[in-house]
C-alpha cells in the first residue's frame, strides 16, 4: 500500500460532500494522507484564477510522499482512480503529472491524451519533486491549469491525461433557505446558444471569451448548424463546452432553436436554472449567478427584457404582424400587442420546466395558421405572442441581462465597459440590429478583446 498526499481544496473548511469523501475512502492500492486547504477569494484578486492559483501554491507544500494528488471538493474519484495514476507515472518518468478527465475534455479525441492543450487540475496526481519546481499563476484567457501546463512542457517535462482514470464532477450546488429553515440543495445553471457557420467565430472570440473572462463557470450547450467537421471538433475540444450539432435545412437557428434547445434539455432536472443568448451579437461583461437567483425565485415563469419601444412602433416587429396572411388572426395579434413593449427574441431564462412549457407551446404558436405567412424569420414574434397572450407564464427583468443596444443610448465606461444612460447595470450588452457592427463601437471592442485584467479589476 502506497501513501499518497490528497489536498483536498475548496473555498471554505465545511465540511465535504459525502460523495466525495466516500470516493477519496473508497481508494484502493494507495493509503491517502488528506489535507484541507481553502481559497477564500480577497478583495483584490482581481479575477477567480488568482485566488485558486494562490490555494494551489499553498496545497502543493502539503505533506512528504513523493506524490501529491489535488482533488477539487466537487470531484468524485473511482475507487481505483489514484492507484491508475500512480502506476501510469511509475511507469511513464517523463510526466511530471498524469489527471483523470473528470470533465470529458477528451471525450471527442482529437487531441492525445499525452499533450491536451489544457489539463484539469481538479483530480490530477503530482511527482512532488517536479511540483516543487513550478509556481501557480494565471494570465489573460489562461486559467492557473493551462498555465500549469504551460511551464511543465517549457522545463521539459510531460503532463497528461490518462484513460481509464474515472473522476466525475459533480458542479457546486447553491444552497437556498425555504420556509421551513432547511436548505436544501440547488442545482447549477446551464447556458445555451445557437448559431451557424456563420456565427461560429463570434460565438468563440466574443461570446464564450467574454463569458468566461467575465468569471463565468457554468456549462455551455452549443447548438450548432451546418459546421464543417474541422469547426465541430474546435467546438467539440472547447473545456464547459457541450456540442450539439444539427442541420438547418435552410432556417435560420432563430427559428430552430426553440425545437432543438427543447431536444437539448430533455434530460435535464426540472429544477435547473437556465438561459439562452444570441451567439453573434452579445458580450457578458459581468458573473451571471444573480440571474439564477431570478430563476429559482419564479420556478414557474420563464424571464424576458424588453426592448425600447412597444412592439408596433417599430417598423420590422410591425410588418412580421402585418404579413400573417389569415386576416382574422393578424387582427387579433394586431390588438394583442399594439402598445405592448417588443420583449427581445435574443434571451430567455427559466428553471428547465418552464423553459420546456414555452418550448413546447412557441413551436405550436409557430407552425399555427396565427403566424403563417409572417416576415419574421425568427421567433420573436413566437416570443411576445406568448408572454403576452398568457401574463401568467412569464415575467419581466431588468433589461441589463439583455441590453440591446439597436435605439438605445450608452456610453462608454472605465475599462471598456458598456453603461446603460440611467445607471441600469449591464450585465450583458445585446448589439441587435447589427448595433455592435457600427464604427463607434469597433475600438471598444477591440479594447475590451484586449483588456481583460482592466475590465476584471473595473467589474469588481
Known amino acids: 500500500m502506497v501513501d499518497i498526499d490528497l489536498v483536498l481544496l475548496s473555498r471554505d473548511l465545511s465540511p465535504p460532500r459525502d460523495d466525495v469523501w466516500r470516493g477519496i475512502a473508497s481508494q484502493t492500492g494507495v493509503r491517502p494522507r488528506v489535507h484541507r486547504v481553502a481559497g477564500p477569494p480577497r478583495p483584490e484578486d482581481v479575477h477567480r484564477w488568482e485566488t485558486i492559483a494562490r490555494a494551489r501554491n499553498q496545497a502543493k507544500r502539503c505533506g512528504t510522499t513523493p506524490w501529491v494528488f489535488f482533488l477539487d471538493d466537487d470531484v468524485v474519484l473511482a475507487p481505483d482512480c489514484a492507484s491508475k495514476l500512480l502506476d501510469a507515472l511509475r511507469g511513464r518518468p517523463v510526466f511530471a503529472a498524469l489527471g483523470a478527465d473528470y470533465d470529458n475534455e477528451m471525450a471527442n479525441r482529437y487531441y492525445h491524451w499525452d499533450y491536451p492543450p489544457h489539463v484539469g487540475m481538479g483530480a490530477v496526481l503530482f511527482r512532488r519533486d517536479r511540483l516543487a519546481k513550478i509556481n501557480f499563476r494565471w494570465a489573460d484567457n489562461r486559467c ?14 510531460a503532463i497528461g491525461y490518462l484513460p481509464g482514470a474515472r473522476a466525475i464532477h459533480r458542479h457546486h450546488s447553491v444552497r437556498l433557505e425555504n420556509a421551513t429553515g432547511s436548505s436544501p440543495l440547488a442545482r447549477q445553471g446551464r447556458v445555451l446558444t445557437a448559431f451557424n457557420s456563420a456565427h461560429f467565430g463570434l460565438f468563440i472570440r466574443q461570446f464564450l471569451r467574454t463569458f468566461r473572462g467575465s468569471g463565468n463557470t457554468e456549462a455551455v450547450t452549443a447548438v450548432a448548424y451546418d459546421l464543417p467537421a474541422s469547426e465541430q471538433r474546435e467546438i467539440a475540444a472547447l473545456p464547459g463546452v457541450e456540442l450539439l450539432a444539427k442541420r438547418s435545412s435552410g432556417l435560420s437557428p432563430a ?18 436554472p437556465a438561459a439562452y443568448w444570441d451567439a453573434g451579437d452579445v458580450l457578458f461583461q459581468d458573473r451571471i449567478d444573480p440571474l439564477w437567483q431570478l430563476v429559482r425565485e419564479n420556478p414557474d415563469r420563464v424571464l424576458a427584457t424588453r426592448e425600447h419601444t412597444t412592439f408596433l412602433n417599430n417598423p420590422g416587429a410591425k410588418n412580421w404582424v402585418e404579413t400573417i396572411r389569415d386576416p382574422r388572426s393578424r387582427t387579433r395579434l394586431l390588438a394583442l400587442l399594439s402598445n405592448r413593449p417588443i420583449l427581445n427574441g435574443g434571451f430567455l431564462a427559466g428553471t428547465t420546466k418552464a423553459l420546456r412549457s414555452y418550448f413546447s407551446e412557441a413551436q405550436r404558436i409557430r407552425s399555427s395558421v396565427a403566424l403563417r405567412g409572417s416576415s419574421d424569420w425568427g421567433d420573436q414574434t413566437t416570443l411576445n405572442v406568448y408572454c403576452h397572450s398568457k401574463p401568467e407564464a412569464w415575467k419581466e427583468i431588468e433589461w441589463g441581462w439583455n441590453y440591446c443596444l439597436y435605439g438605445r443610448g450608452f456610453r462608454n465606461g472605465p475599462g ?4 446603460s444612460l440611467d445607471g441600469t447595470p449591464v450585465h450583458v450588452v445585446h448589439g441587435n440590429a447589427g448595433s455592435l457592427r457600427v464604427r463607434p463601437l469597433q475600438s471598444l471592442l477591440t479594447h475590451r478583446r484586449e483588456s481583460t485584467i482592466v475590465e476584471q479589476r473595473q467589474a469588481r
Not at 471598456?416 to 453603461?419: S, V
Open 144 to 157: 492557473e491549469c493551462g498555465c500549469c501546463c504551460d511551464d511543465l512542457r517549457k522545463a521539459g517535462h
Open 255 to 272: 427559428a430552430l432553436r426553440i425545437r432543438d434547445f427543447a431536444e437539448a434539455i430533455a434530460d435535464w432536472p426540472e429544477d435547473t
Open 416 to 419: 471598456g465597459k458598456i453603461e
